[in-house]
């Protein structure tokens, strides 16, 4: 007689957005990092970021890659196929070569690729048939220790890939000491979706006051610790820029 082992496996992490809304918040975000970018200065492309080994052309170069992959399948297949010929943790190797391989562009090229590219991603991404949506991804992501979760392509299209440039829109204004664009209309519903999956990974009863434009007000259950500081230094900490503590400990991706 044999037993068996009931075996549990967490179903691939699925967004929460509409996906009418996540477009237009993809859509708003492409425009805004552009935006940002315009505003610098030759100096300022220069400047280091929090991002290691990463200046600002170099994020920018990054953030060009991403929007690439999104905008051409076949752009997709061939990065992702270099990147895991490089081995090591697959999304540091896909950073890097989009890195390497928009170094030599200037500024202007960097930008007029960015604001080709841009409708393209936001085209490609809303396009995704709903089969493919629902698959997992191959890659397992490390986002809290010491288990290892898998996404949805469709939580990687309607969320990660937002968040990442927003994220990086942040990085800029810091190295650079520009003002960050924030409305309430486009940053607050980026900021409220992730508080709420914050509050969905860790679990606990909490209250939560973030101010700033992009700020608001939670509560997840009864009692439990109060958090008050800025919207975008709360994404911030999140994301592992920052020191976090209590329940801040708990990482959200971007």
Known sequence: MSTMTAVTIAAPRQPVLDRTVAMRLAAEEYARFGAALRQLSPEDWQKPTCNTGW????????????????????????????????????????????????????????????????????????????????????????????????????????????????????????????????????????VADVVTEWAGRHGQPCSVRLTGPAGGTWTFGDGGPEVEMDAVDFCRVLSGRGIPGGLLETAVPF
């Open 55 to 190: 200046d600002v052309r170099a994020m920018a170069g990054h953030v060009l890659g991403m929007t690439h992959m999104s905008a051409s399948l076949l752009e997709q297949t061939r990065q992702m196929r270099q990147a895991h010929r490089r081995g090591g943790v697959f999304i540091d190797a896909l950073t890097a070569l989009q890195v390497e391989r928009n170094a030599a562009l200037s500024p202007t090229d960097l930008l007029d690729r960015l604001a080709r590219l841009a409708p393209k991603a936001v085209r490609g991404r809303r396009r995704m048939p709903t089969l493919m949506r629902r698959r997992p991804m191959p890659e397992k992501q490390f986002i809290n220790p010491p288990e290892p979760e898998t996404w949805s392509y469709a939580y990687l299209v309607d969320v990660i890939l937002t968040r990442d440039p927003w994220m990086h829109r942040s990085d800029l204004a810091e190295a650079t000491g520009r003002p960050m664009q924030l409305t309430a209309d486009h940053d607050g519903v980026l």
